[in-house]
């Protein structure tokens, strides 16, 4: 007992002082939220290697979201099954014929460079459509004969421009497979992580939705809306259109008997993802159709293309990227840009779906202060009202007589 009484007697009076309940000098909520950012900063800088295919994987998934759900309904609801079955389709209607058609390119792509290289070996005189080119026709070659057509020029031309030679310009070629390669398994890794997309998509977005309604409490609601209302009208739509033109005008360009038309077809497509790109492709086409000669061939796929533009424009765009957002010509260029500096081929579609998110919540701001500001004269105005009708300044006040 005794050696109870002593443990549970007075306590030794601390060095520092007597112990005094102490306040964190961080919350544990706001210590939450900041250690949360540090692991998201963290995880971005150790696997910003997979951030591209998984952005890629993002927009792909919001776009094909709505024919993904209907796919769903009609096999009951599996989402595992759901999930493989879109990375099938993807496969077989979307990777498949581009890749054929990057095949047929770089075969088409690969004879240029034969040519270039007898041509820089042996020469070669000006070609007859850019010598009988009206009032430029005698400049053109000229400069032709000096820069192109005399032996070595080509490879002194791009010597001067590249700083490298016919030999250096091989050596890249060939370490271009390496980043073929590359582009290989970063398709690979978008292809696994949009079947992740597919199969948790749903449960992901609602912890989102809640996390982002702790956030931003009267904002999140429309601002999670808007983001795949626009992924979808914006990449389901211009690349959709784009597609569609890069073959409509391949064809064209086929029966126009154009050299390499798979090539120019995809250069075409690739153009119509920018405002103006596909009428100054066909143009360009049809004005060398006719400098070589082929008047009707010229005309005829100048006529096809004003047509075929003119119809996508005025049906098929408003009804693919009549969205709740439409990007001006700006956004659009500068998204391309520097999403194909920043991203490669893949920043052609990520690029202008950053821009149109940035656009599209600018605008719910210029919305919401609008709305605010409309609110503030709306109550000024009933509080002037409500005066006014509290001390009427001309209605008589009439008495009740009094009984006799």
Same mark, same amino acid.
């Given at each position: 007992?005794?050696?109870?009484?002593?443990?549970?007697?007075?306590?030794?009076?601390?060095?520092?002082?007597?112990?005094? *309940?102490?306040?964190?000098?961080? *919350?544990?909520?706001?210590?939450?939220?900041?250690?949360?950012?540090?692991?998201?900063?963290?995880?971005?800088?150790?696997?910003?290697?997979?951030?591209?295919?998984?952005?890629?994987?993002?927009?792909?998934?919001?776009?094909?979201?709505?024919?993904?759900? +209907?796919?769903?309904?009609?096999?009951?609801?599996?989402?595992?099954?759901?999930?493989?079955?879109?990375?099938?389709?993807?496969?077989?209607?979307?990777?498949?014929?581009?890749?054929?058609?990057?095949?047929?390119?770089?075969? #088409?792509?690969?004879?240029?460079?034969?040519?270039?290289?007898?041509?820089?070996?042996?020469?070669?005189?000006? *070609?007859?459509?850019?010598?009988?080119?009206?009032?430029? =026709? #005698?400049?053109?070659?000229?400069?032709?004969?000096?820069?192109?057509? /005399?032996?070595?020029?080509?490879?002194?031309?791009?010597?001067?421009?590249?700083?490298?030679?016919?030999?250096?310009?091989?050596?890249?070629?060939?370490?271009?497979?390496?980043?073929?390669?590359?582009?290989?398994?970063?398709?690979?890794?978008?292809?696994?992580?949009?079947?992740?997309?597919?199969?948790? !998509?749903? $449960?992901? /977005?609602?912890?989102?939705?809640?996390?982002?309604?702790?956030?931003?409490?009267?904002?999140? +609601?429309?601002?999670?809306?808007?983001?795949?209302?626009?992924?979808?009208?914006?990449?389901?739509?211009?690349?959709?259109?784009?597609?569609? #033109?890069?073959?409509?005008?391949?064809?064209?360009?086929?029966?126009? =008997?154009?050299? $390499?038309?798979?090539?120019?077809?995809?250069?075409?497509?690739?153009?119509?993802?920018?405002?103006?790109?596909?009428?100054?492709?066909?143009?360009?086409?049809?004005?060398?159709?006719?400098?070589?000669?082929?008047?009707?061939? !010229?005309?005829?796929?100048?006529?096809?293309?004003?047509?075929?533009?003119?119809?996508?424009?005025?049906?098929?765009?408003?009804?693919?990227?009549?969205?709740?957002?439409?990007?001006?010509?700006?956004?659009?260029?500068?998204?391309?840009?520097?999403?194909?500096?920043?991203?490669?081929?893949?920043?052609?579609?990520?690029?202008?779906?950053?821009?149109?998110?940035?656009? $599209?919540?600018?605008?719910?701001?210029?919305?919401?202060?609008?709305?605010?500001? /409309?609110?503030?004269?709306?109550?000024?105005?009933?509080?002037?009202?409500?005066?006014?009708?509290?001390?009427?300044? +001309?209605?008589?006040?009439?008495?009740?007589?009094? /009984?006799?």
């Amino acid at each position: 007992m005794s050696v109870n009484n002593s443990r549970k007697g007075p306590k030794e009076p601390r060095w520092l002082g007597p112990v005094v *309940p102490r306040v964190a000098l961080i *919350p544990p909520i706001s210590a939450a939220r900041w250690l949360l950012v540090l692991v998201a900063a963290a995880g971005i800088y150790f696997f910003h290697g997979f951030l591209v295919p998984v952005l890629a994987a993002l927009v792909i998934g919001f776009a094909s979201w709505p024919l993904y759900r +209907e796919l769903l309904r009609r096999i009951g609801g599996n989402t595992t099954l759901g999930a493989s079955l879109a990375i099938i389709f993807i496969l077989t209607f979307l990777i498949v014929p581009i890749g054929i058609a990057i095949s047929y390119t770089i075969d #088409e792509v690969r004879q240029w460079i034969v040519w270039a290289a007898e041509v820089n070996r042996f020469g070669a005189p000006p *070609p007859a459509w850019i010598t009988g080119l009206p009032w430029i =026709g #005698e400049w053109v070659g000229v400069q032709w004969v000096e820069h192109v057509g /005399s032996p070595g020029a080509i490879g002194g031309l791009i010597q001067l421009i590249s700083g490298a030679n016919i030999g250096n310009i091989y050596r890249a070629i060939v370490a271009a497979g390496g980043g073929a390669f590359h582009l290989l398994l970063m398709l690979l890794f978008m292809l696994i992580a949009l079947f992740f997309v597919y199969r948790d !998509g749903a $449960s992901f /977005s609602q912890q989102i939705d809640l996390l982002g309604e702790r956030i931003f409490p009267t904002r999140w +609601e429309r601002i999670s809306r808007v983001v795949p209302a626009t992924i979808s009208s914006t990449v389901t739509g211009q690349t959709l259109i784009a597609i569609g #033109e890069g073959i409509v005008l391949g064809i064209a360009y086929y029966i126009a =008997g154009v050299p $390499s038309p798979v090539t120019l077809g995809v250069i075409t497509g690739i153009m119509a993802l920018i405002p103006g790109g596909a009428p100054l492709s066909f143009t360009l086409i049809s004005f060398y159709l006719v400098a070589n000669g082929s008047y009707v061939a !010229g005309a005829g796929l100048f006529l096809w293309g004003t047509v075929e533009l003119f119809i996508v424009d005025k049906t098929l765009r408003p009804r693919l990227v009549g969205g709740p957002i439409k990007l001006p010509f700006l956004p659009t260029f500068f998204g391309l840009v520097g999403g194909v500096s920043t991203m490669g081929f893949l920043g052609l579609f990520i690029g202008p779906v950053l821009m149109a998110l940035i656009v $599209s919540i600018w605008r719910e701001w210029i919305r919401e202060a609008k709305m605010a500001e /409309s609110t503030e004269v709306e109550a000024a105005d009933f509080t002037r009202g409500s005066g006014a009708q509290e001390l009427p300044p +001309e209605v008589p006040v009439v008495r009740k007589a009094s /009984s006799p």
